[in-house]
């Protein structure tokens, strides 16, 4: 069965950097997006990105750009979740979550399909002083 | 910026029926959104309900539905359970990027 395990609870100070991992199994890593999204505590959720494993090409959501990066690590079927510059904002929980299939060009995100419905168990990221 | 919109918080009866709606700041909301609607329940991840804003996942009950109402997206829930309680999101898809709506509570009682 499809499962995502992401690494463990992080405490940052701020103005420092956090990755978190997620390590897809029961599918093939690079044949489907992995999409990134937050949770603040008592607050909705947030969209960040997505990053196609196959090609590595990535989306951001515009709030974020300046300060994510998603990565993956093709040998080890892991993907990977950095943000800069972190403030207490950025206290929340963070997951990833399967999404479409990898399309025929690197870019191709086809939002039509049934996707969403894998998730990680979230990473909850702590920045205090 | 774009801001999704929904009720902050509802109330229905044990086997009612509530309608919960997803409104954009850019206008009508199409089938070209792709809306998708989640439950979460506290602790938990997400659960994927609907996509592409009718189709219910494989796992998704029944009496869950999509639409389009208004100018909006909906999610009908019919003959609620006490177990449906829970925070609904929906996700809409802006051609590039994803936004979430502010969510609603949902409250059974």
């Known amino acids: 069965q499809v499962q995502l395990l992401q690494s463990g609870a992080e405490v940052k100070k701020p103005g420092a950097s956090v990755m978190v991992s997620c390590k897809p199994s029961g599918y093939n890593f690079i044949d489907y997006f992995i999409l990134w999204v937050r949770q603040a505590p008592g607050q909705g959720l947030e969209w960040m990105g997505w990053?196609?494993?196959?090609?590595?090409?990535?989306k951001y959501a515009q709030k974020f750009k300046a300060r994510v990066t998603m990565t993956r690590d093709t040998s080890i079927s892991t993907a990977y979740m950095a943000l800069s510059r972190l403030t207490s904002d950025d206290s929340a929980v963070y997951y990833c979550?399967?999404?479409?299939?990898?399309?025929?060009?690197?870019?191709?995100?086809?939002?039509?399909?049934?996707?969403?419905?894998?998730w990680g168990q979230g990473t909850l990221v702590t920045v205090s002083s | 910026q774009t801001v999704v919109t929904q009720e902050p918080s509802l109330t229905v009866s044990p086997g009612g029926t509530v309608t919960l709606t997803c409104a954009s700041s850019t206008g009508a909301v199409s089938t070209g959104y792709f809306a998708n609607w989640f439950q979460q329940k506290p602790g938990q991840a997400p659960k994927a309900l609907i996509y592409t804003t009718t189709l219910r996942h494989s796992s998704t009950p029944a009496r869950f539905s999509g639409s389009l109402l208004g100018g909006r997206a909906a999610l009908t829930l019919s003959d609620v359970q006490s177990e449906d309680e829970a925070d609904y999101y929906c996700l809409l898809y802006f051609g590039e990027t994803y936004v979430f709506g502010s969510g609603t509570r949902l409250t059974v009682l």
């Open positions: 990053i196609n494993p196959k090609s590595g090409v990535t």
């Open positions: 979550a399967r999404g479409p299939p990898a399309g025929p060009t690197a870019d191709y995100f086809d939002a039509s399909g049934s996707f969403w419905e894998h």
